[in-house]
């Protein structure tokens, strides 16, 4: 149940990744895929270094938006293309 809750948070971190990433985003579904993925990335390390996996909705919001923050700057420097 707790993974099912993480993607729906991640829609909301993907798309609110998408309007505070400077640069154009990926467009409205990958920036949502790149939320949950960034959503349950962020669920997963804030359980590793010990933060609460239940912190209530807005704890909840933050660490999805920092794991969706850090999946879209990984993803573009990964796609960055060579000059």
Known sequence: MHLLWW???GLI?????GKIMRGGGYGFFAD???GIVGAIVGGFLA???G???SGGIIYT???SLAGSI???Y???LITRKSS
Request: proline share 0%; no cysteine; net charge positive.
């Open 7 to 9: 993607i729906l948070v």
């Open 13 to 17: 971190a993907g798309w609110a990744t």
């Open 32 to 34: 949502v895929a790149l």
């Open 47 to 49: 359980g590793m270094i």
């Open 51 to 53: 933060l609460s996996r």
């Open 61 to 63: 919001i933050l660490v």
């Open 70 to 72: 850090l999946v879209v």
């Open 74 to 76: 990984l993803f573009r």
